[in-house]
C-alpha cells in the first residue's frame, strides 16, 4: 500500500481513450533533435520535445517530471519496486491487483479534498513494447478547472515502470500528439526482471486416489 502510494506522487492520468503505445527507439523526424533522459535506478530512457523543461529529479532516483510547453500540463516519469504481497506465482502483486490498488488509493485522495473523480474504463495497453494499464480520469481542481489524467504502468518480478499525464481538460488537443510520439521512445533500458505481468498463482487440484484394482 506504501509503495502505491509513493507511485501516485510521480503519476498522473487522462480520459482520452486509450493510448496504443508503438515500441520505437526515436521521435518521428520532425523532433529527432530531442533531448534524452534517462533514469539510473531503474534504467529506462525517454526522448522528449527541446520546448519541454525538465524538473527536479524525485526522491531515491524514482524519476522526473517533465512541463511540457503546454500551460499547467505536466508528465511525471518513474520507476517503482513490486514489493506488495499478493497473488502471483512469486507471492507479489499481480498488474490487475496493482491497478485495482491504484484506482482506490486515487478515489480516496480525492475524496479527502472534496472532489469527485470521473472514471473511465480502465485499458490494456504497452509501455516499452510490454503489457500495461492505462487509467484515466478527471476531476475539477480547486480553480474548477476541469483536468484530465491518465496513468500508464507495467508490472515485472521486482521492478515497474509508470508514466502520469496531466492537463486540462481544454488543452488536451494541442498535448496529446507529442505525447504519443514522447511514449513511443519510451524503452525499459533493461528485462526489468521480467516486466511482463505475473498472472495469478494456479493451484493444482490434487488427483483422485486410483481405484482399487479389481
Known amino acids: 500500500m506504501r509503495m ?6 510521480v503519476l498522473l492520468c487522462n480520459p482520452l481513450g486509450t493510448i496504443y503505445i508503438t515500441h520505437a527507439t526515436a521521435l518521428a523526424e520532425d523532433t529527432a533533435d530531442a533531448q534524452l533522459y534517462t533514469n539510473a535506478r531503474f534504467g529506462f ?6 520546448d519541454w523543461r525538465l524538473g527536479d529529479p ?13 500551460e499547467s500540463s505536466q508528465i511525471a516519469l518513474s520507476g517503482f519496486m513490486n514489493v506488495i504481497e499478493g497473488k502471483s506465482q512469486d507471492g507479489r502483486q499481480t498488474l490487475d491487483e ?24 480502465e485499458q490494456a495497453t504497452t509501455l516499452a513494447g510490454f503489457p500495461a494499464k492505462q487509467l484515466s480520469f478527471t476531476y475539477q481542481d480547486d480553480k474548477k478547472t476541469t483536468v484530465l489524467e ?30 504519443k510520439q ?3 521512445s519510451f524503452q525499459a533500458g533493461r528485462d526489468q ?3 511482463s505481468p505475473f498472472t ?11 481405484s482399487p484394482a479389481r
Not at 524525485?58 to 503546454?70: A, E, F, I, N
Not at 495469478?200 to 488427483?207: D, E, F, I, N, Y
Request: proline share 9%; aromatic share 6%.
Open 4 to 9: 502505491c502510494r509513493v507511485l501516485l506522487s
Open 193 to 195: 526482471n521480467a516486466v
Open 150 to 179: 491518465m496513468h500508464i504502468f507495467s508490472l515485472g518480478r521486482n521492478e515497474g515502470r509508470g508514466v502520469r499525464i496531466k492537463t486540462p481538460a481544454a488543452s488536451k488537443g494541442a498535448l496529446m500528439p507529442a505525447v
Open 98 to 121: 496493482f491497478t485495482a490498488a491504484h484506482r482506490r488509493i486515487i478515489t480516496e485522495l480525492h475524496a479527502k479534498r472534496n472532489r469527485k473523480v470521473t472514471w473511465e474504463k
Open 182 to 184: 514522447f511514449l513511443a
Open 200 to 210: 495469478p498463482a494456479t493451484v493444482t487440484p490434487p488427483s483422485s486416489p486410483s
Open 58 to 70: 524525485m526522491p531515491d532516483g524514482m524519476g522526473v517530471t517533465l512541463y511540457p510547453s503546454v
Open 45 to 50: 530512457s525517454v526522448r522528449y520535445p527541446q
